[in-house]
């Protein structure tokens, strides 16, 4: 059985034929061609799946996609408006904390939900908040430095 | 760091990293593709008795199934050849190829691999490591003495290769020493785990195959399927697009050849996409268990006179780079200390088990850990301070290696007082917390490798290289060096890398060996581009070309604020002519020469080339009620000969640190009795979370070495995991009384040494 649907990924439109079983990360990066959220494990362990569903950040391995619809998802390519990046897109590549950049798109959603949620969150905070994703490289120290200058960034934005 | 040349370096591939537009394996799709499965054995001991794929094929939507029967029988292998692609009559361990199916879809090609019939009649599995050489234990391979293998290998039965140490007279210092101790520690196995679980896929057109794979060694893997498939390697091309981490995992030839063969079967592109579970089960590069009986004779004011070891290490199923490793171990097992007499043997022995291979520093962090517990022991034995005690034995320059190599500049006891004043050694601490230290040291990799520069028609610049990004920023890094020598910026640079036939042969992302060697070729490239551009200028500023230097974009006659040229108006020119082209390879450094007379199993590497010292402190918090350790502080010292790219390096330095702590506490392989893994998964298996990771302070110590890579840098990416399982480790016996003599150190292993009653530390 295939239900048709519109998945609102980025502020696009997608109708998309669907099959119930299938997860929201199939789909973005199978249909939707939106292949920046990764697979680390299909199991909600690594967070390298993150995507954003009306704004709270969810693991898409273990999302179903018919869930989704209706809905406005975020994925990492939707973080940068046109060329210009995103301050934590910038603040990662000045603090190092992107390496081989496979934790990098859930990291990035993580840290926007975060913050979204807390605008100026303490050192003990973003490690709360990014602890559900999974770094084999940097120890994640250019990571938490990247998400407290981005803060700072953006407050003074404000 | 004196030879800092971008404080600040912004990653080439950063932006694509970012924004998810870069694309690694797993994103890639091309017309036609279909999707390959693999059957595995998923039993440790086997003989196939028979292998029927007629219910799987006929499976609607299957296009190919391939096994042994359909590709030569090639037996590969880095120093023994034991293996093949696929099983042939016997499978060895869990996770080894039986079969491969490509499918319409990823679901249809798991349906119909496991809808092959595999009749296996069980056969006794090796699993143990110390009976693994018994006369009567199973043979792993009963043909094992008709392989062709290095004629350095010393082999026999399970015995997969024997290396050793022998310098001086070990008895002789024994009984000299005021006094001896010994002991054993155990290590678990552990894993590298990259985050991007690996993807492969092979398209043909006519007789040439194009392979995009996550590797970190495309060269090693296009010689590899050149090998097994019987085809030239000009028609094997290898692509890493974005490589999400390998840690030594994705080195060697990986899958490519099977995966090569049954887009050939199939006759449309297939992809392999592994899922967690196979990342765990099916590399053969897992990191080896070891047993380790150290013996140390040391004089009354602490000087060491003698060591003795014996290390059983884990080869696994089948021999890929382990025997060389073995090799290794045996020099970490002597460590970074004067030691005047030594016996050390390292046997490598066959199980059942998943093949060992090189993840992140091989063998480094487990000797190191064991080997500085023990040295710990020795100094508690002489009522010494750990540091004192290391102080008086590290080595110097002019000192002595276990081989007979003599050091140049080394910067070993700076790491020592550093790491130790970095973290307030001796400072007074609560109930429960403590620091410990521990020093290590690892060589470098001279060899071959090659690059182009091009300076572009509008003066950008252009490198090629066959060198291998796996995340590092090695490879990132380079045009930092070919800007020095054009006198440019590194972000007028864009670097083509990882496709082998488009850059020059390099070892690939392996053995921290990128800058050291594709360094110094881009060096060598950029430097004939450099007389080109000198050329040029000098006929048209008509100056004397002595005279001329490259500097911020220009070329000019030197100190002179008119006569000068831009680097673009000069490619421009060039670009009706001779064009602004250069290639490099340049000589990799020699390896220090070596006394070996009465050591065996010497396979390449007999002395350190251009090694890296280091010590790390742990500051860590034991709960004493439930053997939960904490590590609130690790402070890391390095000498890396120098370093270039400080981003870069603190970002390996932090790595390595938190993948150390992973492997002191978190990271072990669990077997069964009969050795398939408990835990390939990452709940069971714990990698250390952003929760987890402590606050750690680098330091550098410089130490240029006249043997090193450019400016005389040495490798960094692998040694900082090194040393911190054993700070660690030190640091809990320090804490809590007890010394933990298994890695990983569990809770429950802590508690139980807590819990001994023996006292004995
Ligand atoms: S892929 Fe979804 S959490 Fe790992
Ligand atoms: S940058 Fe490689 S996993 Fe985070």
Known sequence: ?158 | MTATLAPTLIRQDGRDKVTGSGRYAADLTVTGMLHGAFRVAEVPHARIRRLDTTAARALPGVYAIITAADVPEVRYGAFLKDRTIFARDVVRWEGELIAAVAAATPEIAAQAAALIEVDLEPLLAVTDLETATRPDAPLVHAEWATYEADENLVRDGNLASRSTIVKGDADGGMADAYIVVKDRYVADGSHAVPIEPRAILAEWQGDHVTIWSSTQVPFAARSGVAETLGMPQNQVRVIVPHLGGGFGAKCELGFEPQVAALAQTAGRPVKVVFSRREEFLLPDHRRERMILELETGVRRDGTIVARRAHLIIDNGAYSMDEPFLGQMAAMFAVGPYRIPNVDVSADVVYTNTQPSGSVRAPTGPTTCWALEQHHDVVAERLGLDPVEFRRRNLVHEGDTGPTGQVFERIGALETLEHAAAAIGWGRPLPDGEAIGIATGWWPSFPGASGANVTINADGSGTIVTGAQECGTGAVMALPILAAEVLGMRPDEFRILYQDTDAGPYDGGASGSQTTFNNGRAVIAAATEVREQLLDLAADLLEANRADLELIDGMARVKGSQTSSVSIADLASQAAGAGLLLGRGSGEPPPTPAVETANCVGRLGAESFAAPTFFTHAAHVKVDRDTGVVRVLEIAASHESGVVINPIGATGQIYGGVAMGIGQALSEGVLLSEDGRQRNPYLLDYKLQTVADVPPIHVDFVDAPSPTGGPKGLKGIAEPPCVPTPGAIANAIVRAAGSRVRELPMTPERVWRALASTNGEN
């Open chain 1, 1 to 158: 059985m295939r239900y048709l649907v519109t998945l609102q990924v980025n502020r696009t439109s997608y109708p998309v034929e669907l099959e119930v079983g299938r997860t929201l990360l199939s789909v973005l990066r199978g249909e939707l061609g939106l292949t920046g959220s990764k697979e680390g494990c299909d199991d909600s362990e690594c967070g390298a799946c993150m995507v954003l569903i009306d704004g709270r950040p969810v693991n898409s391995c273990s999302y179903l996609a018919l869930q989704a619809a209706g809905r406005q998802i975020t994925t990492v390519e939707g973080l940068a408006s046109g060329t210009k990046l995103h301050p934590l897109q910038q603040a990662f590549l000045e603090h190092g904390a992107v390496q081989c950049g496979f934790c990098t798109p859930g990291m990035l959603i993580s840290a926007t939900a975060l913050l979204a949620a807390n605008p100026d969150p303490t050192e003990d905070e973003i490690r709360a908040g990014l602890s559900g994703n999974l770094c084999r490289c940097t120890g994640y120290v250019g990571i938490v430095a990247a998400v407290r200058s981005a803060a700072a960034e953006l407050a003074n934005a404000d």
